[in-house]
């Protein structure tokens, strides 16, 4: 069996810009005794001084970032060991100061981009709960994460549907398929954190309950866009049977064109689901100047059609 070997290889380090001026003496002195072995003794020392003193005054002292010492040449370690035994107190170089202070800035930007990110994705979601038609739970998906953390999935504690037949399983992802093979893996419920996922929140504005009916179809919704706009009647030609027509288009070849497109068929269709109704009590005026009886969306329809 072959052995393995670790080598450790030390990166370049930067030019120091020690802001000390007993630096030199200092060095000078380190490179003397690095002549020798360092010895067990000289890292254990080496190491209480750099538990002692703290990373930051190491790096005053060495004039750049201090890593770490495993990460630096012995004459680092050395050159610590005689600034202790002098009781050195060297100021951080301004370079570093300067680049902590940009950093500093540039962390407390990111946590401010954050914090208004967060912000606005609770007023999304805030809209979007105002009109669902059940509460909705937040929970995290604890199996899977990546460079932005783990996705914020949603979950409702019935069965919902979607479009004219998907179904979405109580307790599980609104965005999960049912029967999924490998399933989400969703932790507790998160308080005041909005949904991340944007194909849950996406069915957030689109489930609806069991016993709630379908949505409209584009034919469906284009029948009662013309329901509203008041072009619609029963008429009842002569002896003919009543018809409901689309008085905003003529006839052809029937009544010289004004009773109107005949569209008994799709409003029918709408009547149906509850959407819409037809006024028997009274006769009005259409827009092709016949007399019939005005069609008009029920509050289901109008709530389908806006929806």
Known sequence: MSRRIVVTALLPQPDPEPAYPEYEDVRKEARGRDAGPIGGHNIARMEDVIQRRGGDWCTAVLGRHFPGLRHVPSVDGFTLLVADERGLEPKLPESIVKARAAEEARRKDREAQAAAKLEAEKRRWALVTASAPVPFTVRENTRHTDA????????????????????????????????????????????????????CIEYAGLVRTLDAPAPPTPGEAATLRLIRSGAVFTMRPGRGQPTIRDTSERSHGTAWGQLGRKVDAAVKRVEKKGWATVETDAYRATLLGSQGQLWRLTDAGTAALEG
């Not at 479009?163 to 093979?181: D, F, I, V």
Request: with cysteine; net charge positive.
């Open 148 to 199: 932005g953390g783990s996705l914020r999935h949603l979950t409702a504690a019935v069965d919902l549907r979607s479009g004219r037949s998907r179904l979405h399983k109580a307790n599980s992802a609104l965005c999960e398929t049912p029967g999924r093979t490998n399933p989400l893996h969703l932790g507790d419920p998160l308080e005041d954190l909005p949904p991340t996922c944007k194909r």
